[in-house]
Nanobody, 121 residues
Framework: QVQLVESGGGLVQPGGSLRLSCAASGTIFRIYAMGWYRQAPGKQRELVATITGGDSTNYADSVKGRFTISRDIPKDMVYLQMNSLEPEETAVYYC???????????????WGQGTQVTVSS
């Protein structure tokens, strides 16, 4: 059992910045990768950014150069620094982790409950 808790969402002005945080807890043997996804009303959930234990990152084209994902492995945390935010990026942002809960067990996909990010003037 793995729990992911996001924080840092809120209301921000267009062009402003926010930093999202996600803390993983529970039964964790190893987290292979963590990431952020977002879902706006009427749209499918989409990948924003991912990061592996080797610090290999992947970003959606729409956020490259503006968003930065980082990970603190000892703390089982992942962050998303979001700069130059646009109203179109208003969405619920979800934390994701690929977690192995036992050394002999499979890797499972875990999700947080999401945090609302609203970009509006």
């Amino acid at each position: 059992q793995v729990q992911l808790v996001e924080s840092g969402g809120g209301l921000v002005q267009p062009g402003g910045s926010l930093r999202l945080s996600c803390a993983a807890s529970g039964t964790i043997f190893r987290i292979y990768a963590m990431g952020w996804y977002r879902q706006a009303p009427g749209k499918q959930r989409e990948l924003v950014a991912t990061i592996t234990g080797g610090d290999s990152t992947n970003y959606a084209d729409s956020v490259k150069g503006r968003f930065t994902i980082s990970r603190d492995i000892p703390k089982d945390m992942v962050y998303l620094q979001m700069n130059s935010l646009e109203p179109e990026e208003t969405a619920v942002y979800y934390c994701n982790a690929q977690v192995q809960t036992r050394s002999w067990g499979p890797t499972v996909n875990s999700w947080g409950q999401g945090t609302q990010v609203t970009v509006s003037s």
